[in-house]
Nanobody, 122 residues
């Protein structure tokens, strides 16, 4: 499966953005999808994941209560709604897919898309 993240851009602190992760080349509903982010020189950080059917979601502590992950299997797309953005949310965001399993940490994801940059100004 191929993944394409989009929706990044420049926003003021306190604002909102919605990222999209569009998939092609596979049966989308077979894949759990995760969002991760990485700042230059730092390790990749877990942001959120959503199960294949959309009924289970997990969030990283730094985004819990501010970000919401959702999916539309009919559109082969996962969304990440980001509210109350902070300057420290300024990083590149990546989406990833997992075909089998329920361990959705970075090392267990099978496919990765190119990232989209989010910049939050103070």
């Amino acid at each position: 499966v191929q993944l394409q993240a989009s929706g990044g851009g420049l926003v003021q602190a306190g604002g909102s953005l919605r990222l999209s992760c569009a998939a092609s080349g596979g049966t989308f509903s077979y894949y759990a999808i995760g969002w991760f982010r990485q700042a230059p020189g730092k390790e990749r950080e877990f942001v959120a994941t959503i199960s294949r059917g959309g009924g289970t979601t997990y969030y990283g502590d730094s985004v819990k209560g501010r970000f919401t992950i959702s999916r539309d299997n009919a559109k082969n797309t996962v969304y990440l709604q980001m509210n109350s953005l902070k300057p420290e949310d300024t990083v590149v965001y990546y989406c990833a897919a997992q075909r089998y399993g329920t361990n959705w940490s970075e090392g267990h994801m099978d496919y990765w898309g190119k990232g989209t940059l989010v910049t939050v100004s103070s």
